[in-house]
């Protein structure tokens, strides 16, 4: 248990930086609404939740807890049903998210090492 707990946190982490990234990016002198802003701000959160689920359980990962496909791919697809709850997609949305997330869950490093902030 102390391993997914961990993990989560990890993740949380990479969500809340990445969420951080996005905001000063949509300052609101940047002639944005708020409304946007937060929808920027939790797409980036989700992005940042995949990469720490990645970070956590990738065998390349100088962060690694634990070596795990599962875990990726878990992380993955609560990241994009999180995504796309935020944006109101229809339900194939979802369904296609889910499956992309999966996918990069499972790919891992592979991408991730290129997803530079």
Known sequence: MTTLR???ILAVFFAVTSAGAALSYAAPWTDISWRQAQLWAGSFCCLGFLLGGIYAFDPDSDLKIKSSAIGRMSFGVIASLILSALWRWPLEGVALASLVGAVLGYVGMTWA???DF
């Open 6 to 8: 961990k993990a989560i």
């Open 113 to 115: 090492k290129f997803a």
